[in-house]
């Protein structure tokens, strides 16, 4: 029983974090916002050079094997450093579609080995959202197509895929409406076989979102108290309230309790438990209600500051509000839970000692 | 305790609604913070101006019509009602003409209120500095008197409406030697002035919501200002008082959102059900601005038997703010994934007030200020 | 349109408040506590001579004919004082079902002389409670009896009931199990009749307890206050560090904007008005809320003191805390409210102008 | 990541399951703030000692059987599931032994560990006075040298446990020309030592849960001193953080609360239908209470690749607090009109926890404190 992470696994996220903090400082990253299609090849290359579109690839295909437990570490670093890229999508949630087919699949062999170099794009389309995100810039969509007895997935090239852009209030997200036709050349699982598929994609792509949220939690944080220790006001530095101090302070314990949920969920991901779905929508509620609350005290420390443009904290106020609700807002995920624990005809194994039972 | 309008408010009443069913926009007007959505809010103010609309409780002789605050909270009510426009001369309508009512001269009434009311003068406001913002007393903008002139110098920040507005009120140092709030004074400054800059400022939402105002030697006629020279800050606090209070943010304002949120909830009962919290987030909604309105009225009830609002003002200023975020942001757990698409139609409203939501618990005296001053003015605890 | 109290409603209110402030000091409401029946007969003769037991009593009846409005003022003296003694039960709520008799109906020229001069005690039995309080003491019971077509009202006397104690957490409350049996002799109204009767008395019953809940939440605030301004820690009065002043200055909010809700409420119960049981529901939740958060934040500011039995303010916690759930708990009017704003069929009337429409 | 017991960890996890089945009292003990409910909760805890389970973390010549962290969270697992007894002598198990283990003499661990495990002696705390609560440091209780013993005079408060316990640790100040934590001492001191007085302190429920303490040129040996003369502050904190942090209040705890608030919403689930607060407030506490049980086995996992537990003790103290308040406050309102009632089988426990949860954000140092410590020590903000 070691619930934490192995000096590997912390190392390759500190790299991932340096390299970051170069490549994607904030300035950089409204330079990308303004581009047409939103988004960076050149980061995108620099990114999958330092192996994390390969993470979670399975090494037959060049990967690095790794998995949801290294992701519960990246995803925060994305979170952090807000990220313009729907990264996890190709080099995450495709990876892990892909590798649910049989060995020698055509579609693993074509795929896993461009998601490695880098040199695909895959957008994923689920009913939860009613968008898909960075589909204008995708290679291959991986859509959901729900049916009678479970939820087909079918692989559909772009070129088969008309697309209407929604814009959004946070300027990194490209989203799309996505308007195809499912037909026998675009199916790879028919729904019985796909449904497995789709609800661990669900988790999955819940608990990226959870560890974005508690990336972006941690960096409103950082960004607030900065701003604290420096801005005086009265003589003295506003950090030196006790108003000022405990906004902080709430938000360091909702953070503090948020990330070993997600490392849980991860965790039970990874072993397929029976209950990682109540795990990821637990990771998802808990991390994205630490972001919520992270941007509402970030701002009202910044005062009127963190309401201009020019100062970064909008960047990541706006995507902690739209993750929020992205692949499944609180109502679905609090839905979930209460299926679980509350309305399901036996009591669960809840209480002492059932936490890594 | 009467809860009946009289016959004439109950007049009133129907003469607003039907003039605002004949004249007010059917479609929605550009932002404000926009050139061309200035001009036409400023052309709609105008426009309810000529019929008497724009400040119903100045007196006559000044733009108004003389009207109590029970016909003040009709007309709001109606005003919101109709979905009519926000309003962009609100700095000069409401922070600066009750100012100029106590403290100032016959001749700066005659000479500005009726052209506030007529929206022919537009007004900016000058509080905020860099490093005068909650602490407000630390202003360090400079107006020295030589003969019977200012020169301004300094810097301004967060000024609302500067960018389009031709006139702004606002606090100035007018003793160098003086500190917190001594030596202060309160100055009407023409925005055309030779030695302004006003540089626009972005707000969360990529529009231009407010701007920095930098003055270098700028001259200002020592008849433009308020009250005694070095009494700025007693003259302001008035204003301040009003913009915390009642009069900044009429409830009917949070009425009409709490509506529109039950009207949300209705159309998305289905995905709500889910969700507990939102059905007793909509239902606080409702209670929130309601209580909102009750306090309102009692408030002027109290007013109308002689009482004065004191730190109460800062009670209202908490809980108009936080009932508008918490309103908003249910509003935005309603909307689920959809609540990020800022073209959908549903989305749109809800989206931007979100934003807005957010300055609330921040300007006008950020909630925290207020906290200290509902603790030390109306329960006597002890100043740091 | 004038939404305030006239100066002689507050000169009333106010004679009623000193004359609590010396015959019913926290001392001497210990002393009650420990009596076997938990009730001073001392005390309720003096309220009776104060004419509080004669209020909302018709003035045919001998009364004041005073009536929901005063009560809404009154019921906050009963709360502010912690007044050990189910007084509104007689005075306000029976006042109420025997007005609502029949001019000239035996009951009511039995029983509402007996109120003003305060030489009765009724005890109310209605279904929302599982208890009935001061029943013991009771002269007459008026108990409720749901039956199909709707509530009928029984005038029970004290003889004809059996009692079990139902011992609460607040000292100052004496509650008991109730076993009757509804007959022809007892019944007064019925279903038909009794329905409105009981509907009214229930938002009346609302409406008392909201009052009291307010006037505990002022005297917990006062309470605290008090104690913030002379307890010293860190060489200096605890009542100059931030975080304490933000906890009182939060429950002067809270209350500020639940007294104006209990107020209407009033005037639409004395008006009969068709949403008074919505606005009843609206001022107890607003009311009990701020009760309770005036309670947290009194105990916090107390620290290990508010903790204590010697303390006065566990004597004004434990009442917040338990009239919370009385005659409602806050499912019960939550249900009432969202059953008419969000469940009716048609849009209720609702929004700018509407408030006294 | 390794989320499997081992096999020795398994087995020790059946072993006390088993045993607990087989020994633990089968009806509620009395409360330990009476006289016999406190013998026999000392019975029982004298019993758990016999078979090793008292203080397994403990080295085994001092009466445990040095077990690490993740076999003390699995003991406290099962002991919760069990519905085993609070314990009675935590205050000489979890907040004076980690404190003896690291500043006490070899003697001074002789003779008072393996006493404690058997609960031979147990201990009152003495650290809060009536002028120190929250600011501790202005302790003013003397412990004046002369020659080998220490004269005592004044008063603590809030002392748990002092009504029945035989011995006191706490802080004493040494040097009468000291200030704040300079100058105090860490003792241990007899209570029926001559010129003590211990006058009991009635709770919230009516119980006598904690006493003052009175000194009067009490007499305490030098040897009873743990750690230096004067540098009783820094002793004493080692041992705060273990109050706040970790061992104090071990998860199973709370997952117990949790998991009969799902319960009792399951068997309520028709009345707690009405109202959506209630349902999501129940999630929450199992979120709750299963966050703080993985939060616990993050920072023994941390704790055995090295680490040192800091100032993250501040944000555990504050999620249990404020968790064990809302879980009992969702209970007080999913029981309703019931839940005053203190005879009703359901209601009992609850009602007691809910008294007894209000003072968790005040003890073991107030969350505001806690809230500063975070602010100062994690995120580096300046000092008032």
């Known amino acids: 029983m070691d619930f934490t992470f192995t000096e590997d696994q912390i190392a390759f996220r500190d790299a991932v974090s340096r390299f970051f903090m170069t490549e994607a400082a904030p300035e950089q990253l409204r330079e990308v916002w303004e581009t047409g299609a939103g988004r960076s090849a050149a980061l995108r290359k620099k990114i999958a050079e330092q192996g994390l579109t390969a993470l979670s690839v399975p090494e037959a295909e060049g990967g690095l094997g790794m998995g949801d437990i290294d992701w519960a570490l990246m995803t925060q670093e994305l979170g952090y450093y807000a990220i313009p890229d729907s990264l996890a999508d190709t080099a995450y949630l495709a990876p892990g579609l892909l590798a649910g087919l049989p060995a020698g699949h055509a579609l693993r062999a074509q795929w896993l080995p461009r998601v490695v170099d880098g040199s695909c794009r895959i957008a994923i389309g689920h009913p939860v959202n009613p968008w898909v995100a960075d589909a204008h810039l995708a290679d291959l969509l991986l859509m959901a197509h729900p049916v009678a007895d479970g939820c087909e997935l079918h692989a559909v090239p772009r070129a088969k895929v008309e697309l209407t852009v929604l814009p959004s209030i946070d300027a990194s997200r490209r989203l799309f409406e996505v308007r195809w036709h499912p037909d026998t050349e675009t199916r790879v699982l028919d729904g019985v076989a796909g449904a497995p598929q789709w609800a661990a994609t669900l988790d999955r792509a819940a608990l990226n979102v959870g560890g974005q949220a508690i990336g972006l939690a941690q960096r409103m944080l950082d960004l607030a108290t900065d701003y604290a220790a420096q801005r005086k006001q009265f003589g003295k530095p506003i950090g030196s309230f006790q108003a000022i101090k405990h906004h902080l302070a709430d938000v360091v314990t909702e953070i503090e309790f948020a990330r070993p949920v997600l490392y849980r969920a991860a965790a039970a991901l990874a072993a397929g438990e029976p209950d990682a779905s109540v795990r990821a929508s637990h990771a998802k509620l808990a991390c994205a209600a630490a972001a919520w609350t992270a941007a509402r005290k970030a701002i009202q420390v910044h005062g009127a500051m963190g309401y201009t443009w020019e100062v970064d904290l909008q960047m990541f106020m706006k995507r902690a509000w739209v993750l929020d609700a992205a692949w499944g807002d609180r109502a679905f995920h609090r839905a979930r839970l209460g299926a679980a624990l509350l309305d399901a005809e036996t009591l669960p194994s809840i209480g002492p000692g059932t936490t890594f039972a | ?384």
Chains 1, 3 share one sequence.
């Open chain 2, 1 to 384: 305790m009467d809860l009946t309008y009289t016959p004439e408010q109950q007049a009133f009443r129907a003469e607003v609604r039907a003039w605002l069913a004949a004249h007010a926009p059917r479609t929605p007007l550009q932002s404000y913070d926009t050139r061309e959505g200035f001009e036409q809010h400023r052309a709609w103010e105008a426009e309810l101006a000529e019929h008497g609309y724009s400040a119903i409780t100045w007196p006559k002789e000044l733009g108004g019509r003389g009207a109590g605050l029970i016909d003040w909270l009709v007309f709001e009510e109606e005003y919101w009602a109709a979905d009519a426009p926000l309003r962009v001369n609100q700095n000069g309508l409401l922070l600066l003409a009750p100012t100029l009512m106590e403290f100032g001269t016959a001749e700066q009434k005659a000479r500005f209120l009726p052209r506030t009311a007529r929206c022919d003068d537009m007004w900016a406001q000058g509080w905020s500095e860099p490093n005068a913002g909650s602490d407000m007393a630390s202003i360090t903008s400079r107006a020295i008197r030589d003969g019977d002139h200012y020169v301004l110098n300094g810097q301004k920040t967060w000024s609302t409406r500067a960018l389009f507005a031709n006139w702004m009120f606002g606090l100035f140092r007018s003793d160098p030697e003086s500190s917190r709030h001594h030596g202060l004074s309160y100055l009407l400054v023409p925005l055309d002035a030779e030695g302004i800059t006003v540089r626009p400022i972005k707000a969360l939402n990529g529009k231009f919501a407010f701007a920095e105002v930098f003055f270098k030697d700028v001259h200002v006629s020592v008849e433009n200002r308020v009250g005694e020279e070095g009494q700025g800050w007693h003259v302001a606090m008035a204003t301040a008082g009003f913009e915390r209070g009642l009069l900044l943010r009429s409830p009917a304002r949070y009425q009409r959102t709490a509506k529109r949120l039950v009207e949300l909830y209705r159309r998305h009962r289905g995905e709500a059900a889910h969700d507990g919290t939102l059905r007793d987030a909509v239902l606080r909604a409702w209670m929130g601005a309601e209580a909102y309105t009750l306090s309102s009225y009692h408030t002027v009830a109290r007013l109308q038997h002689g009482a004065k609002i004191g730190a109460e003002s800062s009670t209202n200023k908490i809980f108009w703010s936080e009932l508008d975020l918490d309103m908003h942001e249910t509003a935005m757990h309603l909307l689920g994934a959809r609540a990020e698409l800022i073209d959908d139609p549903e989305v749109h409203e809800w989206l931007e007030g979100f934003l807005f939501a957010q300055a609330g618990p921040i300007y006008a005296g950020s909630n925290e200020i207020q906290r200290n001053i509902i603790a030390e003015r109306m329960l006597g605890l002890p100043k740091n």
